[in-house]
Structure formats: structure tokens, C-alpha cells
């Protein structure tokens, strides 16, 4: 084993890159989701859907019961995954799917503040410059989005992203913290029973009945949101998360493939230069670490 150990990482780059092209397109079907029945309708038959999807593995494994520290990871990403999705899908549901996939492109950026917030660790110089940098980016694709002229939902569609953002900075802190203390499959059903949880308390009065033309490709969403889920888990158990880090902004690509192909969705200058300043911001800001935030203080969140 021990020659071929090298390879690992190498492996779950590509798994990771996997998962990142799966979720992708599980969000352009969500978009499609979501302009037919409201972000909080497609949400909560997508992830009771994904209780199905991944109870049935995950009992076919004959599972042990979860530790109690895994219990509460699980707990508390999906409650933050439960904001960050709603926020997510609200406002790719106003937005084009690049635009939303590179503003999301933040969230490395702003998890190096809540390391130091929540690890006490350092801001440095090259920390701030790499955080100008994505702003910059991020100014830079909402000057587009008014060049534009795509309307004051498409504003409040950004923002929402951005929000969601700052809970997807907490979610991959969560993500490797969770992948070391469960496998993938307990992870994949978890959140899919927590989030789900958390969605139903609103369901006296804002869950409907979906149409049955709609049930297709919430089982499609369910199943992909299950499979990336897994394999994310899967590489973050085995790689460090500044490693894989750059695998989420393949994403970009997915979503301005799914983005033109499925919505006919055109891709702005403003866009990619935005996104190209963010991309690098978090490029500099990873290059002054050796690791990930939480790699050797996991316990301490």
C-alpha cells in the first residue's frame, strides 16, 4: 500500500472535481425546479427525495449508530446548509447560472475570516491584498449585472448569493471536520434527513403538492445532490481542504455550459473578468498557508 500512497490525493482531486461537475448539474436543474415551484418548495421535495436516495444505501450498509460528535456536526451543517441553500437557489433563480456560481467563488476568501474569528487565527497583509482582490470581483460582476440592466431581482438575487456565500465558508470548515468523524454515506443521509427537518417547520404554510410532471426531475436532483454529496465527503476524508479547494471553481464552467445549453444564458465580460479576480484573490490568500484552516484545530469549532 504503502508505494501507492502518493497517489491519493492525486485521487480525490479527481473525485472532488467529480462531485463539484455533478452538483453543478444537479443546480441547473434545480434553477428549472425553482422557477416552476418557488426555491422553498423545490428544496424541501429535493432533499425528502434525497432521504430515499441515500437512506436506502446507507441501510444496506448496515450502519452503527453515529458517535455523538458526529451527531452534532451533522446537526449543525445542516442548519447552516439549510440557509445556505435556500439563499443559494433563491437567488439562482434571478441571476444566470455563471453569475451566481462566481460570486459564490467568495465563500475560500471569506472562510479565512472565520478562521480567524473562530480559530483566533492571523489576518496578514497578503490576507487583505487577496480580499481587495475578490471584492474587486465581486464589484466588478455587480457593475455588470447594472450594465445589464437585468432588474432589481437580479440585485437581490446577488446579494442573496453572497450571503449564501459566507454560510458556504462555514460549510466546507463543517465538510472536513464532518468527513473525518463519518463516512460518506452516513454524511449524504444525514443532511438530507436534517435539511429536510429544518424545511418542514415552515410546511403548515408554505409547503404544495408539486405536479407529477415536476416528481422526474426532483428524483433527478435528489439523486444527483446525493452522488456529489458522497463524493465530496469521500475525497475530503482524503485530501486536505486547501488541496481540493480549486476543484470548486470548475464549477464555473459547468454552470456556463448548463447556464447557455439548458436556459440559453449568455456569459458576460464582466463575469469572467469578475470571476477571474476572485478565483485569484483566494488563489494568493491559499498560497500563504501549508493547510487547510481546520486541518490541525478541527476540534476546537
Not at 458556504?168 to 436534517?194: D, K
Not at 404554510?205 to 408539486?210: D, F, Q, S
Not at 428524483?219 to 480549486?246: G, K, V
Request: glycine content about 6%; aromatic content about 12%; charged content about 10%.
Amino acid at each position: 500500500m504503502a508505494p501507492h500512497a502518493p497517489r491519493l490525493p492525486l485521487i480525490a482531486f479527481a473525485v472532488a472535481s467529480l462531485g463539484i461537475a455533478i452538483f453543478s448539474s444537479m443546480d441547473a436543474v434545480m434553477k428549472g425546479l425553482v422557477l416552476a415551484l418557488g426555491a422553498y418548495n423545490a428544496l424541501t421535495w429535493r432533499t425528502m427525495a434525497g432521504i430515499v436516495a441515500s437512506g436506502v444505501p446507507y441501510a444496506l450498509s448496515r450502519p452503527k449508530r453515529p458517535s455523538r460528535e458526529a451527531m452534532r456536526l451533522h446537526l449543525v451543517r445542516a442548519a447552516v446548509s439549510a440557509v445556505m441553500a435556500f439563499l443559494f437557489f433563491w437567488g439562482l433563480g434571478r441571476v444566470p447560472m455563471a453569475q451566481a456560481i462566481a460570486l459564490s467563488f467568495i465563500a475560500p476568501i471569506i472562510a479565512l475570516f472565520l478562521a480567524a474569528w473562530l480559530l483566533r487565527e492571523r489576518i496578514t497583509r497578503v490576507t487583505i491584498i487577496a480580499t481587495a482582490l475578490a471584492f474587486a470581483g465581486v464589484l466588478l460582476i455587480l457593475w455588470g449585472q447594472a450594465q445589464a440592466e437585468l432588474g432589481h431581482d437580479a440585485f437581490l438575487g446577488a446579494i442573496a448569493i453572497l450571503v449564501s456565500a459566507v454560510c458556504y465558508a462555514w460549510n466546507i470548515i463543517l465538510m472536513r471536520q464532518q468527513s473525518l468523524v463519518a463516512g460518506p454515506m452516513e454524511v449524504s443521509f444525514y443532511q438530507s434527513l436534517f435539511i429536510s427537518l429544518a424545511f418542514l417547520l415552515a410546511a403548515p404554510w408554505l409547503l404544495e403538492l408539486p405536479a407529477i410532471d415536476h416528481v422526474p426531475a426532483l428524483a433527478l436532483a435528489a439523486i444527483l445532490a446525493t452522488a456529489s454529496l458522497f463524493l465530496l465527503s469521500w475525497a475530503y476524508a482524503r485530501a486536505e481542504a486547501n488541496y481540493l479547494a480549486p476543484t470548486e471553481y470548475t464549477g464555473f464552467l459547468w454552470a456556463t455550459l448548463w447556464g447557455w445549453v439548458v436556459f440559453g444564458e449568455s456569459v458576460s465580460f464582466f463575469t469572467v473578468a469578475g470571476a477571474a479576480l476572485i478565483v485569484g484573490g483566494c488563489i494568493i490568500a491559499a498560497r500563504r498557508r501549508d493547510h487547510a484552516p481546520v486541518a490541525d484545530t478541527e476540534a476546537q469549532i
